[in-house]
């Protein structure tokens, strides 16, 4: 996918202002397909956990003891559509399970927040699992991808392009998976379906190119600033924000954690901060926020104001431990919003 030519008017930043949320009247949505990871979280905290020199240290050769240890449905496709259906979106998943009772775990979570899982796969493979250690908050996760790895281009379905305007790919990383998103992105844009590239650190990793080729296709781009810089082998934000820019999505979202995100939609680029919220666990936050930014844009919230309540549903969503429990409805992130503070850059 050839880059694309940046804007021709140079952007403007402008400075974010407490102004009232703007919306535009939104056509009717049809719906949004998730694609990508159902998995297994097993969360677990312990003292004996330590950080050094920026690396998670556990006691070598020894038995430890686990504070606390509970399990959670995730996965970021997971994750999406979970928080996408609990706001009111009309949601498909279209990911991989295997055969056992984890898998019907999976199936029953998203049901219970309405998300249609008629997409989902059977494989003969282990649901995917991933055992993430919390310490202050943060996260370090291992992850067995399991089914995920099979879902591949035999198993997209023909008609469904025809039942949604937008589609997410989040992290997909077999051979399988890539063939399939290919196919993917060439049938949402027969269709006109709007594309959100949205991958995790292991997507940028392991498929750099194939990434690449995916927001050249893309809508809207939405990563993390470690994401943001590694992808496009910058330093430093701004300079990653540029290259992005480049491959000519039309709204660009560089999340930053405490210090708010940072936009580019068309020729403006501006920043939204975040909102000051005691961190429980961030598993989960970044997903969240993807599905607050596109059910926002489908109620016809202007893009600094979708980034505003994308924010809100992140922040709610980070206050309690596993991402995908006590997910925040559309009325309380608005109630929140009207109370909240926001942090200092």
Known sequence: MPIKKSPSKKASRKSHSKESISKKPA??????????GIIMDMIVRSDYLKVKDGNLTIPFDSKITLHELTEDIGGSAHNAAANLANLGTKTYLFGAI???????????NLKEYHVDTSYVKLKSAFTGTSIVFLVN?????????????????KDLPKNLFDKIDTMVLTSLISDDNIAMMRKALFAA????????????MSMVTHRHNELLYAIGMSSIVILNDKEAKLITGKDDIDGAMDELRRYGPEIVIITRDIRGSM???GNDLYTV????????????GGDSFTAGFIHAKSRGYSTRDAVRFASGVAALNILTPGAS?????????????KKAKYNKE
Do not use: Q, W
């Open 27 to 36: 056509m009717k949505s049809k719906g949004v397909l998730v694609v990508g």
């Open 98 to 108: 295997g055969k056992e009772e984890v898998g019907d775990i999976a199936i029953r």
């Open 137 to 153: 908050g943060e996260k370090t996760i291992l992850t067995y991808r399991g089914a995920n790895d099979f879902l591949g281009e």
């Open 189 to 200: 844009r027969r269709k006109n379906v709007k594309i959100v590239m949205n991958p995790s």
């Open 263 to 265: 936009v580019a939609d």
């Open 273 to 284: 901060p975040s909102y000051k919220v005691k961190v429980v666990d961030t598993t989960g």
């Open 325 to 337: 429990t006590d997910l925040p409805s559309e009325k309380e992130v608005l109630n929140f919003m």
